[in-house]
T-cell receptor, first 115, second 114 residues
Framework: NAGVMQNPRHLVRRRGQEARLRCSPM?????VYWYRQLPEEGLKFMVY????????ESGMPKERFSAEFPKEGPSILRIQQVVRGDSAAYFC?????????????FGPGTRLTVT | KQEVTQIPAALSVPEGENLVLNCSFT??????LQWFRQDPGKGLTSLLL?????RVQTSGRLNASLDKSSGRSTLYIAASQPGDSATYLC?????????????FGKGTLLTVNP
């Protein structure tokens, strides 16, 4: 059973470009969570999604950031008009359906560098 | 608002030593607490998960304790090895309506010297 997959693993964008980060949950998992790890900081919750629904986006910056988890395909975290402060590691986690408090399994992360 | 603090921020020990990493949290109303390992440039590996009703969880050379009332957890590593070198993260899950959120500490960077 493959684990949580994230791609790309490393992403370099110039200021003003868009960044798209993808997350494929573990097989059988339909809950996805995104966390951000800024340099020298702990991981911070960003958003919790179920298939076709955003459950909690309280940790997402109000502008430029959006997330989706369509019926088919991976979850996408989209950052528009990136700035240097967006440089961070973005981690995705997934859990089984019906268990909002079920154990979360983490992917390897996408390291975004904004130049 | 839950806050998680890990002490020390960094620790360097010679191979073979037993060591203790500390984690404290401000809100004792937790669902569970989890210890992770993070290697440089890599993802998170779950080491131990302790439910709020438990006090101890063990796996091999690792032993984690939880004192919910005092808001503390410790991760004990026995007979440390160079391969244990990594950042260790503590994360708590609240027991309220947002019990899916993990709140992380900043981690303890462990270096085990041969």
């Amino acid at each position: 059973n493959a684990g949580v997959m994230q791609n790309p693993r490393h992403l370099v964008r110039r200021r003003g470009q868009e960044a798209r980060l993808r997350c494929s949950p573990m097989k059988g998992h339909s809950h996805v969570y995104w966390y951000r790890q800024l340099p020298e900081e702990g991981l911070k919750f960003m958003v919790y999604l179920q298939k076709e629904n955003i459950i909690d986006e309280s940790g997402m910056p109000k502008e430029r950031f959006s997330a989706e988890f369509p019926k088919e395909g991976p979850s996408i975290l989209r950052i528009q008009q990136v700035v240097r402060g967006d440089s961070a590691a973005y981690f995705c986690a997934s859990s089984q359906p019906g268990q909002g408090a079920g154990e979360q399994y983490f992917g390897p992360g996408t390291r975004l560098t904004v130049t | 608002k839950q806050e998680v603090t890990q002490i020390p921020a960094a620790l360097s020990v010679p191979e073979g030593e037993n060591l203790v990493l500390n984690c404290s949290f401000t809100d004792s109303a937790i669902y569970n607490l989890q210890w992770f390992r993070q290697d440089p440039g890599k993802g998170l590996t779950s080491l131990l998960l302790i439910q709020s009703s438990q006090r101890v969880q063990t796996s091999g050379r690792l032993n984690a304790s939880l004192d919910k009332s005092s808001g503390r957890s410790t991760l004990y590593i026995a007979a440390s090895q160079p391969g244990d070198s990594a950042t260790y993260l503590c994360a708590v899950r609240g027991s309220g309506g947002s019990n899916y959120k993990l709140t992380f500490g900043k981690g303890t960077l462990l270096t085990v010297n041969p």
